[in-house]
C-alpha cells in the first residue's frame, strides 16, 4: 500500500522567511496530493492540493510542486507571518473513485515574529 | 464550521467500557471516514464508507466497529477490545463528484482511563 513520508518533523522559521516542507509517496499510481493545515485542537483543513496532471500549483503565498519522477512533493510558503504556526500534514490518493487518503506525519511550523 | 458535527467534543470513560462517537453531516456527501489521530503522527484510517449500509475496514479497525443506516450519520463505537483507545478522533465526509477534497469535522478527544 501507499507510505508517505514526511519531513522536517518540526520547522522554526522568523517571520518573512520562507518554509518548505517536503514529502515522499511510494505509490506510483497515486495522483491526489493534498496538504492540510491543523491548529492546536482544531480539525485539519485544506489549504493546497494538487493533482498529477500538474507540476505546480499557487494560491497567495502558498505553493506546491509535484516531481511524479521523484515520487515527492512540496509545500511551500513565503512571506511566512504567526499565523502560519501550526502543524501541516501531506496527503496522497489515488483520487478517482473511492479515495483513501494516506498522511504524513506532520510538520510543526512555528514563526517567530 | 457548520457542515460535519460531532459530539462530544471531550469524552472521559472507564476501561472496559464501550463508547459511541457521533458525527453528523448536512451536506450530501456520500462518502464518510473515521480517522485517529496521535501526538506525533498523522491521521489513521479507522473505518469509511461510501453508501449507506455499506462501510469497509481500514488501516486499524481492530477494537472498532461502525455503522451506515443514514446518509447523514456515521457513528463509531469504540470497544472494550481496543487497547490503546485514547486519542483524538476525526470524522470526514467527501463527495463522490470531481471535487476530491475530503472535509474534517470537530473532532472528539476520547480520554480512557
Known amino acids: 500500500g501507499e507510505n508517505v513520508e514526511q519531513h522536517p518533523s518540526t520547522l522554526s522559521v522568523q517571520e518573512g522567511d520562507s518554509a518548505v516542507i517536503k514529502c515522499t509517496y511510494s505509490?506510483?499510481?497515486?495522483?491526489?496530493f493534498p496538504w492540510y493545515k491543523q491548529e492546536l485542537g482544531k480539525r485539519p483543513q485544506l489549504i493546497i492540493d494538487?493533482?498529477?496532471?500538474?507540476g505546480e500549483k499557487k494560491d497567495q503565498r502558498i505553493a506546491v510542486t509535484l516531481n511524479k519522477t521523484a515520487k515527492h512533493f512540496s509545500l511551500h510558503i513565503t512571506e511566512t507571518q504567526p499565523e502560519d504556526s501550526a502543524v501541516y500534514f501531506c496527503a496522497a490518493s489515488r483520487g478517482t473513485g473511492f479515495q483513501k487518503l494516506v498522511f504524513g506525519t506532520g510538520t510543526r511550523l512555528l514563526v517567530s515574529p | 464550521d457548520g457542515g460535519i458535527t460531532q459530539s462530544p467534543k471531550y469524552l472521559f470513560r472507564k476501561e472496559g467500557q464501550n463508547v459511541t462517537l457521533s458525527c453528523e453531516q448536512n451536506l450530501n456527501h456520500d462518502a464518510m471516514y473515521w480517522y485517529r489521530q496521535d501526538p506525533g503522527q498523522g491521521l489513521r484510517l479507522i473505518y469509511y464508507?461510501?453508501?449507506?449500509?455499506?462501510?469497509q475496514k481500514g488501516d486499524i479497525a481492530e477494537g472498532y466497529s461502525v455503522s451506515r443506516e443514514k446518509k447523514e450519520s456515521f457513528p463509531l463505537t469504540v470497544t472494550s477490545a481496543q487497547k490503546n483507545p485514547t486519542a483524538f478522533y476525526l470524522c470526514?465526509?467527501?463527495?463522490?463528484?470531481?471535487?476530491?477534497?475530503?472535509?474534517f469535522g470537530p473532532g472528539t478527544r476520547l480520554t480512557v482511563t
Open positions: 505509490d506510483s499510481a497515486s495522483n491526489y
Open positions: 494538487i493533482r498529477s496532471n500538474v
Open positions: 470526514a465526509t467527501r463527495t463522490t463528484g470531481s471535487s476530491y477534497e475530503q472535509y
Open positions: 464508507s461510501q453508501i449507506v449500509n455499506d462501510f
